[in-house]
């Protein structure tokens, strides 16, 4: 098709060229500055967020705002500073401008800028990039996953005791939580697996998936800006979704499982402690589920 009748690709070129940018400033800030004396924080004492996380985020929906003006957005510290957080039909930009921000305030090497973009609530293509790595990891729906331009293939492993899994500890540090967090872990590692592996950055462990290294990535509290922009990443490298109940992934849930295929997906969610955390969209005066 060409460009004109392609209206996301144009899009698509543009998070590429914003989330490359981004980098060069996370870099810059990593390399020159000490992140530590300027962390806040958010939903617990663990949940860290910067003024480069901030900056990042105006940088990235300004420019978007400049070529694309009738399109939305839900971004992370937008959300955070009480813009809502609702997928409609419309074209949403979904935005997580330093995904492992923990790993950005203690120069651990792993941190994503990731911009999705979905039209009819479907992520139409994904952007994460690895700054600190310079791994840009895009897909397209229908049109494959790449990183740096090389084609991404997930893992033909079926032997769950052969693969190696991908998790977070999150940032809920309530005692009830972490004993769930503990009690999938040790029955993850007790089957056994090769290995348990966490990059600290939802996305990046969800790349991990697409590129092979990892079989499965789980976690639950995550949010719809964490995981958006790698799901299609993940699902165009032959991956596969879900909850950790087993059915199939709602971007708002707060719960995913991202696999190589479903035999790893089904023997692993088997093993998963199942609860919820509030979902991102819910009315803001409602219950927690
Ligand atoms: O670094 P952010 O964007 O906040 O996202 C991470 C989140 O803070 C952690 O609680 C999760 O465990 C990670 O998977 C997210 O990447
Ligand atoms: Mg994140
Ligand atoms: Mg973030």
């Not at 052969?162 to 940032?171: I, Y």
């Amino acid at each position: 098709m060409s460009k004109s009748h392609d209206p996301w690709q144009d899009a698509m070129d543009h998070a590429v060229a914003v989330a490359r940018k981004s980098g060069e400033m996370i870099r810059e800030v990593v390399q020159n500055q000490d992140q530590s004396s300027l962390v806040q924080t958010k939903s617990s004492a663990v949940d860290l967020v910067t003024e480069t996380d901030q900056k990042v985020e105006r940088l990235i929906i300004q420019s978007v705002k400049s070529k694309f003006p009738s399109h939305r957005f839900i971004g992370e510290e937008s959300v955070s500073s009480g813009e809502p957080c609702i997928l409609t039909s419309d074209p949403t930009w979904i935005i997580d401008p330093i995904d492992g921000t923990t790993n950005f305030v203690h120069r651990y090497p792993f941190v994503g800028v990731c911009i999705g973009f979905a039209v009819n609530q479907q992520v139409e293509w994904g952007v994460v990039y690895s700054a600190i790595e310079d791994k840009m990891f895009t897909a397209r729906r229908g049109r494959g996953a790449f990183c740096n331009g090389r084609p991404l293939q997930v893992s033909t492993q079926t032997d769950v005791h052969r693969s190696m899994v991908a998790t977070e500890f999150g940032s809920d540090r309530d005692p009830q939580v972490v004993d769930k967090i503990f009690s999938s872990l040790h029955k993850v590692l007790s089957l056994p697996v090769h290995g348990v592996r966490g990059a600290g950055s939802a996305a990046l462990n969800m790349c991990a998936v697409a590129r092979g290294s990892v079989e499965l990535y789980y976690e639950t509290g995550v949010h719809v800006w964490d995981i958006a922009a790698a799901s299609v990443i993940v699902t165009e490298a032959g991956g596969v979704l879900r909850d950790t109940t087993g059915g199939a992934l709602d971007l708002m849930s707060r719960r995913i499982v991202a696999a190589n295929n479903e035999t790893i997906a089904t023997r692993i969610i088997a093993e998963l402690e199942v609860y919820s955390s509030e979902r991102d969209d819910r009315a803001p005066d409602c219950e927690p589920e």
